[in-house]
């Protein structure tokens, strides 16, 4: 055990040095030989917190000192240390404590309680293991980048003990990339992969975690819309959806000239991914053959929605379908009564009128024209 050997012959070294051992003694073999050396079991301690280091002193003590490494901390009750996070904490005939506040990770390491009594010198020896919280100290920013790009996301973190880092995203599975790895990395970016991606560093102590933002960028799809019919002098609507990254702007076309907004009672509004075109007063010439085309700057798509007349049934074109239909059931019932059972009807009869006595009709005009 090289450390140990190491820390013995400072050890060995300072006692000779505060204890003004003469030089010529055979001072190391005597320390081995004759001392009584007793390890402590480690303290474990976080960062930023306070340590005592206490050894008890017995009889007949002549000298003491806690040591670090090479240097004297204290000796008996006078700091050798500059260091103002060390103190002294108790002095007595028992017990020798020091505390050291803020412990860094610097001050990891042995620490040494020397006692010389009058009999034989004494070491008390205890190792020091600061402990940091983990903490994430590089981590890559909010990210845009276009579809099929190579995509790397950077999580760095110190502590003690090394942190394990983790990647968590509902946008990706474990089979797909390594989530165990400082950079994430996700070849051919696709926009599913879009989203949040949280890295969690994670040590015995507590963790630290982080969400970066991945935005793909993709060129717009427009859904298939549907043909529309409007009537003359109505109001009617061409909606148009595109899917896009970033959002589509959209252009409406009829035939090849470009309908623009506010023009002969035309509005268009574009709301996120929905864009409208709305007639407000229908007129003949309004209808066609329109083309929605939703652009971003990764590309562009179009669709065409054609815009035809609904002749809206009057008041009068309602009479009549509804006399016809009247009459038309009317007469299939005076047909079966004449033709009896087992006669097979023809709804389409176009011999409607021959069966249809003359009276019902003008009754039936009578009835609706109230
Ligand atoms: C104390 O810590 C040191 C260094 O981490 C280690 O080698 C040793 O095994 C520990 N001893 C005990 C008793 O835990
Ligand atoms: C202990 O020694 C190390 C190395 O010289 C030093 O960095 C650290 O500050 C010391 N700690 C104390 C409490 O003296
Ligand atoms: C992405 O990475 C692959 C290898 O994984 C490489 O072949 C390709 O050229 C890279 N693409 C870009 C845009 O860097
Ligand atoms: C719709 O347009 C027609 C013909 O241009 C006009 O006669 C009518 O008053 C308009 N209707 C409305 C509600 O503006
Ligand atoms: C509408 O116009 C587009 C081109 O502008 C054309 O491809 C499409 O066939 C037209 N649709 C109809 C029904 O004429």
């Known amino acids: 055990m090289p450390a140990e050997c190491a820390w013995r012959r400072l050890v060995s070294l300072s006692l000779r040095l505060l204890l003004v051992i003469p030089a010529g003694l055979p001072v190391r073999s005597q320390v081995e030989a004759q001392s009584d050396n007793t390890v402590m ?23 003491t000192a806690w040591l670090n ?7 008996g009750e006078d700091k050798w ?12 005939r028992d017990e020798f404590t020091i505390k050291i ?48 790009s190579n995509v790397s996301l950077m999580c760095l973190a110190n502590g003690k003990p090394e942190p394990a880092i983790s990647w968590r995203s509902h946008s990706i599975q474990d089979d797909d990339v390594d989530l165990d790895d400082e950079y994430l990395e996700i070849p051919f970016v696709s926009r599913s992969k879009a989203g949040l991606y949280e890295c969690t560093a994670a040590n015995d102590i507590a963790t630290d975690s982080k969400t970066v933002k991945l935005v793909v960028n993709y060129p717009p799809r427009v859904f298939e819309a549907t043909d529309v019919g409007v009537t003359l002098g109505q109001s009617g609507v061409l909606q148009c959806e595109a899917d896009a990254v970033p959002v589509a ?38 209808y066609g ?10 590309g562009s798509a179009n669709t065409n929605i054609i815009l035809y007349e609904v002749i809206e049934p009057t008041s009068s074109t309602l009479l009549q379908e509804m006399t016809s239909s009247v009459v038309e059931q009317t007469a299939n019932e005076y047909n079966q009564l004449w033709e009896g059972p087992g006669a097979v009807q023809d709804g389409n009869s176009g011999t409607v009128g021959t069966y249809t006595p003359l009276c019902l009709i003008v009754a039936l005009q009578l009835l609706l024209a109230f």
């Not at 490494?69 to 000796?75: D, G, K, N």
């Not at 060390?86 to 002095?91: C, I, P, W």
């Open 41 to 63: 079991d480690n303290i474990t301690v976080q960062q930023g917190q306070t340590v005592h280091l206490s050894c008890s002193q017995g009889d007949v003590v002549t000298h």
């Open 101 to 148: 506040e803020n412990v860094d990770v610097s001050d990891e390491g042995m620490y040494v309680c020397a006692v010389q009594t009058s009999s034989k010198p004494r070491t008390t020896s205890v190792h020091i293991i600061v402990q940091v919280p983990p903490k994430i100290v590089s981590f890559s920013k909010d990210l845009v980048v276009n579809e099929g």
């Open 69 to 75: 490494r090479s240097s004297i901390l204290y000796a």
């Open 249 to 286: 702007d959209f252009e409406w076309y009829r035939d090849d000239r470009r309908v623009f907004n506010g023009l002969d009672g035309i509005e268009i509004k574009n709301a996120g991914a929905v864009s409208k075109l709305t007639f407000y007063n229908m007129s003949e010439t309004d």
């Open 81 to 92: 240390s500059v260091d103002t996070r060390v103190s002294l904490v108790t002095f007595n």
């Open 289 to 298: 053959n329109y083309t929605c085309v939703a652009i971003n700057k990764l």
